[in-house]
């Protein structure tokens, strides 16, 4: 369990060595060993901000890493807990019982689509099927700030994250691991990965079956993961990857909400809790299933020149049966609550590709990285979605004293059937140049794209006994160009300030409620901070101030929730985030964040918003975690780990009349022990235990009064790892 100054450089690389996770050939390795040797390939490191081989503390973006030592301390179960200790993001904004999304905001703005290996996990837009990636098979997440449109085409401004996922190595290393906990956890997974004999091929292997009761009473929590990949070493130069991730989530909790008034709103009448179920267990079904095919090409032409060619194709399905309720089937006075039942059955095939060539060229005393860029992507998909109208026609249905057996499926009539056809195409050409004057890094570069969507929307509906049809065609036909500009210098004393100011693009389709088209939304971002990089690694430092600018950003229309959106005029967010991590003595680090955020609508556009605070932003939010490796002595092998994260109160809906969501601070521990300190049988062993809010902090997140969510309550893990 030896921890060097070296490891504690080469845990920062590791973590960022990845060509968009793809294993590239390598004429240079470096080595380091904790417990495992670990190749990292010199020439393979590409930061997905850049696409180039910039590091992080050398690029002039507001960059966040999330290795795979932390993923593995906290034993995060979805990318939302994996972004709990990221400055500037508020994840679970859903909660913590609805696990079928992975719902953030960075900086203030909504993220509805996140990356995997440096491809884009397609989202049937506005319904609920996109891919989920376990963390079983993330190799790291990386979290960037600010707009990055110019590499990745529609993108909202605050930032998007990146999964890594874990790839081949020639090493060979197998671990297995169980666990168990609390909610009747159960769960086993298998990571193995080396060369095939002699051959120019090696593999890894990811298996993972889950199982736990939800936080919510009545429901479940089921996955089963395989994810195997194979890299073939063809020439010299070029290298090729195979990669599969296939899931089946037979159970994916609940997706309902429920009201403010007896969860943190007073109410005579009663009160919720965090196992409180709104809906029913006659009528609660999520299950989704997703293939992902992929392949890597990396090419080196020799004098500078490679190719990376980066694609995926992705079919997913998912269906539920679920309950909603709006604002006027709620009686505070009473507790009593209607709800609407309905179900979706969704479908999607997908396709994605990034052709990416790039050229190191010294001209005088400048080095430039050019980069050259062509993707594509498509998605076909719909969605049946039935209603049977609503829980009433079953008796009267009290969230105080909750009955989740009233629906008696036989005698369900729908009463609406519609059908939604989806279409999305996106074709973008990128170019970049990071040039490299002694010390001072300078990034430029643009993008065109070329968006178009189409959503056929047909059915009908019952009404006084009559049935009628509807149908709504709505497409966009919009194109965009973004740009970015970006200066760092490098000091000898391990500081570099940087200023950057990047656009992006997010095209929007359908008709506002006038029923004129919506413009695409623009973001654009000036950034300025200081990065800090002590001489020996063991400091880490950054700080930066933004200021955001999205125009025609699209809101609900807090008059009618359900209906078509507001186009505001303008959003503005300004802050301040703080990130560093010190590794004070060989055996303690600490790692800590602060984020200020200001957020509001500047201009609108009638609609009496302006100086409003969208929900789910904080104004200030701070996260603190540190570790401590105890080496000598009786507990000689143990790791005490430990954090805390705070979210300031945020309001409550979109008017920000409906009062204020409470602040909240949770506490987190992770205990570790290297079982080769009892016995060299055991060397490879290790033990862990980690308990999730250790102090049963009672937190929420809303949307509006009306619905709101519980975050996680307290809850532990125990898991034994066998590496060999």
């Given at each position: 369990m030896e921890r060097s100054r070296l490891f504690k450089r080469s845990a920062l690389s590791l973590a960022l060595a990845s060509v968009l996770t793809a294993p590239v050939f390598a004429e240079e390795t470096a080595q380091v060993s904790e417990t495992d040797t670990i190749t990292v390939f010199g020439k393979a490191y590409r930061n997905t901000a850049t696409k180039t081989a910039l590091e992080p503390e050398e690029t002039p973006q507001g960059i966040t890493v999330i290795d795979n030592e932390q993923l593995e301390q906290r034993s995060v179960k979805s990318l939302n807990q994996a972004l709990r200790y990221a400055p500037g993001v508020v994840t679970e904004t859903k909660?913590?019982?609805?696990?079928?999304?992975?719902?953030?905001?960075?900086?203030?703005?909504?993220?509805?689509?996140?990356?995997?290996?440096?491809?884009?996990?397609?989202?049937?837009?506005?319904w609920n099927?996109?891919?989920?990636?376990?963390?079983?098979?993330?190799?790291?997440?990386?979290?960037?700030?600010?707009?990055?449109?110019?590499?990745?085409?529609?993108?909202?401004?605050?930032?998007?994250?990146?999964?890594?996922?874990?790839?081949?190595?020639?090493?060979?290393?197998?671990?297995?691991?169980?666990?168990?906990?609390?909610?009747?956890?159960?769960?086993?997974?298998?990571?193995?990965?080396?060369?095939?004999?002699?051959?120019?091929?090696?593999?890894?292997?990811?298996?993972?079956?889950?199982?736990?009761?939800?936080?919510?009473?009545?429901?479940e929590e089921e996955r089963y993961v395989i994810a195997p990949s194979l890299d073939w070493q063809a020439t010299d130069r070029t290298l090729v990857n195979f990669n599969l991730y296939y899931q089946n989530d037979p159970s994916m909790g609940i997706n309902s909400s429920l009201p403010a008034?007896?969860?943190?709103?007073?109410?005579?009448?009663?009160?919720?809790?965090?196992?409180?179920?709104?809906?029913?267990?006659?009528?609660?079904?999520?299950?989704?299933?997703?293939?992902?095919?992929?392949?890597?090409?990396?090419?080196?032409?020799?004098?500078?020149?490679?190719?990376?060619?980066?694609?995926?194709?992705?079919?997913?399905?998912?269906?539920?049966?679920?309950?909603?309720?709006?604002?006027?089937?709620?009686?505070?006075?009473?507790?009593?609550?209607?709800?609407?039942?309905?179900?979706?059955?969704?479908?999607?095939?997908?396709?994605?590709?990034?052709?990416?060539?790039?050229?190191?060229?010294?001209?005088?005393?400048?080095?430039?990285?050019?980069?050259?860029?062509?993707?594509?992507?498509?998605l076909d998909g719909d969605s049946r979605y039935l209603s049977f109208g609503t829980t009433s026609q079953f008796g009267d249905f009290n969230i105080f004293n909750p009955n989740n057996d009233m629906i008696d499926r036989s005698q369900l009539e729908k009463d609406a059937d519609y059908l939604d056809k989806v279409s999305v195409e996106q074709l973008g050409v990128y170019f970049q140049d990071q040039m490299r004057i002694d010390r001072l890094v300078l990034i430029a570069g643009g993008r065109y794209d070329w968006y178009r969507s189409t959503s056929d929307y047909t059915g009908e509906y019952e009404y006084e006994g009559d049935w009628y049809e509807y149908a709504l065609n709505e497409e966009a036909k919009q194109e965009k160009f973004s740009y970015r500009l970006g200066a760092l210098y490098e000091f000898d004393n391990g500081i570099s300030p940087f200023l950057s100011y990047a656009t992006s693009f997010e095209p929007v389709a359908g008709l506002d409620r006038d029923g004129n088209a919506y413009k695409p939304e623009l973001g654009q971002q000036v950034e300025g901070g200081m990065k800090y990089v002590s001489s020996d690694m063991s400091k880490q430092a950054t700080a930066s101030v933004f200021?955001?600018?999205?125009?025609?950003?699209?809101?609900?229309?807090?008059?009618?929730?359900?209906?078509?959106?507001?186009?505001?005029?303008?959003?503005?967010?300004?802050?301040?985030?703080?990130?560093?991590?010190?590794?004070?003595?060989?055996?303690?680090?600490?790692?800590?964040?602060?984020?200020?955020?200001?957020?509001?609508?500047?201009?609108?556009?009638?609609?009496?918003?302006?100086?409003?605070?969208?929900?789910?932003v904080p104004e200030h939010a701070a996260n603190l975690w540190a570790n401590y490796y105890v080496y000598g002595g009786p507990l000689a092998g143990t790791r005490v780990s430990g954090g805390a994260r705070y979210v300031g109160e945020m309001q409550m809906d979109a008017t920000n009349t409906q009062g204020k969501v409470p602040s909240y601070t949770v506490v987190d521990l992770s205990l570790g022990y290297d079982l080769g300190y009892l016995s060299d049988s055991l060397t490879g062993a290790s033990a862990n235990l980690v308990v999730n809010n250790l102090l049963d902090e009672e937190y929420y997140t809303c949307y509006d009064q009306t619905n709101c969510w519980y975050g996680a309550e307290q809850s532990f893990e125990f898991n034994v790892n066998y590496n060999f």
């Open positions: 909660g913590s019982s609805v696990t079928m999304y992975d719902t953030f905001t960075i900086r203030g703005f909504g993220v509805d689509q996140s990356y995997y290996d440096g491809l884009v996990l397609q989202y049937l837009k506005g099927l996109q891919p989920q990636i376990d963390p079983i098979a993330m190799q790291q997440v990386e979290v960037f700030k600010g707009p990055t449109s110019v590499l990745y085409g529609s993108m909202p401004p605050g930032g998007m994250v990146n999964m890594i996922a874990k790839s081949p190595q020639l090493e060979p290393s197998t671990t297995v691991g169980v666990a168990t906990g609390s909610r009747n956890l159960m769960e086993t997974s298998i990571d193995t990965t080396g060369q095939i004999g002699d051959s120019d091929f090696s593999y890894r292997f990811i298996g993972l079956a889950r199982k736990q009761d939800s936080q919510v009473n009545n429901a008034s007896g969860m943190f709103i007073d109410n005579p009448n009663g009160s919720t809790s965090p196992s409180t179920f709104a809906g029913d267990k006659n009528w609660s079904k999520f299950e989704r299933e997703v293939l992902m095919l992929g392949y890597k090409i990396n090419h080196d032409f020799g004098n500078g020149w490679s190719f990376l060619q980066n694609a995926r194709f992705t079919d997913a399905s998912l269906y539920q049966e679920n309950t909603y309720h709006t604002a006027d089937q709620f009686d505070p006075s009473t507790g009593s609550l209607d709800r609407y039942i309905y179900s979706t059955d969704e479908s999607s095939q997908g396709f994605v590709i990034d052709n990416q060539l790039s050229a190191q060229i010294n001209t005088s005393n400048i080095e430039h990285n050019l980069l050259f860029g062509l993707d594509y992507q498509k200021h955001i600018v999205k125009s025609d950003a699209l809101m609900a229309d807090p008059e009618d929730p359900w209906g078509p959106k507001l186009q505001v005029g303008e959003l503005t967010s300004q802050g301040l985030e703080l990130e560093g991590r010190w590794f004070m003595t060989e055996s303690l680090d600490v790692n800590a964040s602060y984020t200020y955020t200001d957020l509001e609508i500047t201009e609108d556009s009638g609609n009496d918003l302006k100086g409003t605070t969208p929900i789910y």
